[in-house]
């Protein structure tokens, strides 16, 4: 049954403030790992099934034409779950492709299908199954879409999105009574281009949040590969691109900083951009997944410019030093130290980057078999959730073929403690067996059962909705964040979580994986532990909070202190 707590303070004790800033950790002093085991009475047995049917979801991805033929078409897309009418359920936004004018695809369609591919919106019941709201939420663009990032913009209650694609990107407000208007124009949104993978963040911390938007390349649809039988032209064919930054005026509107803040000085190959702390000053840092292009990691100088960093972090190359066909980032703490890792999805080996909290990254995936075990695939989708509630977060990856239609079985790697994970990917039932062309993935606990799912994009195939149906699992907890003086949604806040003598901790994010975005919900197992002993706010504006004494199995609304 779900539950929700609202715990709502006016103001925080000196004691309580003080109590925070103890607990935030010092990224020059990082305690070694100490996470173990789960507890063995436990004994969870991850588990999930193909629940796309059963749940009323009828998404078929287009790629516009009869067979790949293009990087436009094979790159795919993504997905984002968010509560768009606030009634306490995350619904699924997923962008499509479409076929555009036969001159831009290889092997055209014969005839253009009625009515044409497009994005849908599904509103979620709570009782297990999806609605299609698409025409009435207004949200089917003409567009070639590509990727999708949400959030709460101006700060008025209601979830906004922004959906990039090729050609241009388009910013939807939420008018709060179940649809969206196109706003892109008014508040001066203006990409053109191949956008891509895009984020939230609150950069400068004025408590509204600020836009960064990927590209990928200079695309040219005449542009043919010599052997065009066997492949066609790859990222490296085109010359790589800027993002984009923009800067939210708190008033709907927004203005382009790209070359002010320093971001504009690089171009690359955008696929997968995450924005969070990496370093622990209090500030969002932004990482770009480039494909066969050095990564870029920005971080913030707190004087609304960046710095690039990512050479001197480790954090540019993949384990042999070449630029890899980065796709997904996503933040995590592995090992409870207080201190944000980074996992990246690509088409090699993948990489497990252990922040040694000393603006320095080690490539530790050879190290605990994960890179091995991924290395016959492409790795696209991924998310880093404690899909058992034991208190160790896992990893689900997603695969499929780079430049082929090639379907690939996807990866579990369940947490063990101390960098450690078992590979329980074929035990973990039949809809991570089943081959399919991977591409974008978003996770969110859609059923409130306490139990992370995903719902995953299959290239020019139908989408799979990943239900959870692990057993024997432990307790859990959700945190959804309600920003004050700080942005909304709460995007940019760490949250710790203490229970049985363990500690937790995460940054609420906007995008995390490819083109995707999961639910705002922030989620934690807690094994055998019932009560959350303490959980710690460290909110974006500088306030910090404490609650203490939490009972498990629910989601928490923490407001933040007036």
């Not at 831009?104 to 199954?129: I, Q, S, T, V």
């Not at 065009?228 to 923009?246: F, I, K, V, W």
């Not at 290239?459 to 149906?469: D, S, Y």
Request: include cysteine.
């Amino acid at each position: 049954m779900f539950v929700r707590l609202a715990i709502l303070w006016g103001a925080v004790s000196i004691a309580a403030v003080h109590a925070a800033q103890a607990q935030m950790p010092d990224p020059a002093k990082a305690a070694p790992a100490t996470q173990s085991a789960a507890p063995a009475s436990l004994n969870p047995v991850i588990r999930f099934e193909d629940a796309t049917d059963a749940a009323g979801i009828d998404f078929t991805h287009s790629f516009g034409a009869r067979q790949l033929g293009s990087l436009l078409e094979g790159t795919g897309a993504g997905c984002v779950w968010f509560d768009y009418n606030n009634d306490g359920l995350p619904d699924l936004y997923v962008v499509n492709g479409r076929p555009l004018d036969d001159a831009m695809h290889p092997y055209p369609l014969k005839a253009k299908p009625d009515p044409l591919p497009h994005n849908h919106l599904y509103r979620n019941d709570g009782k297990g199954h999806f609605t299609d709201v698409t025409e009435q939420a207004g949200l089917n663009p003409d567009l070639y879409s590509i990727a999708v990032t949400a959030a709460d913009y101006d700060n008025d209650g209601f979830v906004d999105l922004l959906v990039t694609g090729y050609g241009r990107s388009l910013l939807y407000h939420n008018d709060g009574k179940g649809h969206f208007n196109d706003v892109t124009a008014k508040a001066g949104i203006k990409v053109d281009g191949w956008a891509i993978s895009s984020t939230w963040l609150d950069y400068d911390k004025d408590g509204c949040v600020d836009l960064f938007v990927g590209r990928y390349v200079k695309f040219d649809p005449k542009y043919r590969a010599y052997y065009a039988a066997d492949n066609y032209p790859g990222p490296l064919d085109y010359e790589g691109d800027t993002n984009r930054l923009y800067h939210n005026n708190c008033n709907g509107t927004f203005t382009d900083v790209t070359d002010k803040s320093g971001i504009g000085a690089f171009a690359g190959r955008t696929m997968g951009v995450a924005a969070a702390d990496f370093d622990n000053d209090g500030w969002d840092d932004i990482y770009i997944a480039n494909d066969r292009t050095e990564n870029f990691l920005f971080r913030n100088k707190h004087d609304g410019t960046f710095e690039e960093v990512a050479n001197d972090t480790g954090t540019a190359f993949g384990q042999n030093g070449e630029s890899t066909s980065s796709m997904g980032p996503v933040f995590a703490d592995f090992e409870g130290r207080g201190i944000l890792d980074l996992w990246v999805t690509d088409g090699r080996y993948n990489r497990l980057l252990h922040n040694s909290g000393k603006l320095a990254f080690d490539d530790i995936g050879a190290s605990n078999g994960v890179s091995q075990t991924n290395a016959q695939y492409v790795s696209w989708g991924t998310g880093v959730y404690d899909f058992d509630n034991d208190g160790l977060l896992d990893i689900l990856i997603f695969h499929g073929g780079l430049i082929h239609l090639i379907p690939q079985e996807h990866t579990l790697f369940r947490g063990l403690g101390n960098d450690r994970f078992d590979d329980v990917s074929r035990d973990a039932g039949p809809v991570l067996s089943a081959r399919s062309v991977a591409r974008g993935a978003c996770f969110a606990d859609y059923d409130n059962d306490g139990k992370v799912d995903a719902f995953l994009v299959n290239l020019g195939a139908k989408g799979t909705l990943v239900h959870n149906t692990s057993t024997n699992t432990g307790h859990w907890v959700a945190v959804k964040l309600r920003g004050i003086k700080s942005n909304r949604d709460g995007i940019g806040a760490r949250v710790e979580v203490f229970a049985a003598g363990r500690r937790q901790t995460a940054e609420h994010v906007a995008a995390s994986g490819y083109l995707s975005q999961d639910d705002s919900r922030m989620h934690f197992g807690l094994g055998a532990a019932a009560t959350v002993d303490k959980l710690i706010v460290h909110w974006p504006s500088g306030r910090e909070q404490t609650l203490e004494k939490l009972s498990a199995d629910r989601v928490i609304t923490v407001e933040e202190p007036k």
